[in-house]
């Protein structure tokens, strides 16, 4: 069993900062990446950024790019999320997820790439 822990969402006012962690445990498995999702009410889930876990290599959405950075630390298993800047419309429910190594060509962006989900942590930015 596979589990991915969020934490470090909350309130903050536009122009501010908050710091996500995601730490993932249990039964060990090779990743390919992790990275984040947000999903705001009344609207789908959607990509935010995801790290290439062996190369570091990271990709953004167009909305984050250059407010959001994504980095991780291999030896505690744990991706995290800086994002400064924060904006209203950056209020969401926040998903870290990672990917198994798998031999076929991955969609990184593609919410289905995805084999392990955690459970979600709330940012909310007050304008």
């Known amino acids: 069993q596979v589990q991915l822990v969020e934490s470090g969402g909350g309130l903050v006012q536009a122009g501010g900062s908050l710091r996500l962690s995601c730490a993932a445990s249990g039964r060990t498995f090779s990743k390919y990446a992790m990275g984040w999702f947000r999903q705001a009410p009344g609207k789908e889930r959607e990509f935010v950024t995801t790290i290439r876990w062996t190369t570091g290599v990271t990709y953004y959405a167009d909305s984050v790019k250059g407010r959001f950075t994504i980095s991780r630390d291999n030896a505690k298993n744990t991706v995290y999320l800086q994002m400064n800047n924060l904006k209203p419309e950056d209020t969401a429910v926040y998903y870290c997820?990672?990917?198994?190594?798998?031999?076929?060509?991955?969609?990184?962006?593609?919410?289905?790439?995805?084999?392990?989900w955690g459970q979600g942590t709330q940012v909310t930015v007050s304008s």
């Open positions: 997820a990672a990917i198994v190594v798998r031999i076929r060509p991955i969609n990184l962006w593609t919410m289905g790439e995805y084999d392990y």
